[in-house]
Structures are given as C-alpha cells and as structure tokens.
C-alpha cells in the first residue's frame, strides 16, 4: 500500500490545518487507518485513528476535542482537521494502514505508511 501525505506547514499557535493522505492501493478502503506523529527526539506515536466504514474514531488524550480524523473511500483519502494548534504539536506527521478491523494505537500494527508531512506550531 503506498501512502502519501500533504498538507503539513507553519502555523501560529490556536490556529488550523488540514492534512491529507492519498493511496492507489484498491484494497484502501478495506484497511483501518491512523495518523501518528513524531517529534524531534522522540518516538512516533498514535494521533488518531479511523476504521474502515468510519464508524469508529479514536484519539490520543493530547488532541481529543482538538483534531478530527475523517477517510473519504470513494476518493481513496484520509484527512486530520488539526485546530487551536499548540507548539507541542510540532512534529513530522504520518500517515498509516492497518489490516486490522478494529483501531491500533502500537505502530508495530500498521503495514504501510507515508513519508510524513512537517508540522510546526509557533508561539
């Protein structure tokens, strides 16, 4: 499964981004799909997760009520509506697939991923 990441840039601290990440694969909407995010010094770690039919979300503690995951199969994407942004969630920013049915915050879980997108909250 090839993944591809967009969306990633500078933004002040309460503010907005929208990432996106776009497959070929024709098995994409079979697959759950995750975000996770890895900041300079230390490891990647679970965002946000969606399962294949969207019927099931989860969220780290750090960005509940602030982040939104969302896939549109038809188009083969999955988005993260990122708001009120803090500096701390600085980070290169990943996309993943999982051939699990239900959502996996162990990256260890994930098959495929995309090369990251930099997001960078300043003060």
């Known amino acids: 499964v090839q993944l591809h990441a967009s969306g990633g840039g500078v933004v002040e601290a309460g503010g907005s981004l929208r990432l996106s990440c776009t497959s070929s694969?024709?098995?994409?909407?079979?697959?759950?799909l995750a975000w996770f995010r890895q900041a300079p010094g230390r490891e990647r770690e679970f965002v946000a997760g969606i399962t294949w039919n969207s019927d099931n979300t989860a969220y780290a503690d750090s960005v509940k009520g602030r982040f939104d995951v969302s896939r549109d199969n038809a188009k083969k994407m999955l988005y993260l509506q990122m708001n009120n942004l803090r500096p701390e969630d600085t980070a290169v920013y990943y996309c993943?697939?999982?051939?699990?049915?239900?959502?996996?915050?162990?990256?260890?879980?994930?098959?495929?991923w995309g090369q990251g997108t930099l997001v960078t909250v300043s003060s």
């Open positions: 993943a697939a999982s051939q699990w049915v239900a959502i996996r915050n162990d990256r260890a879980e994930y098959h495929s």
């Open positions: 694969a024709p098995a994409f909407r079979t697959y759950s």
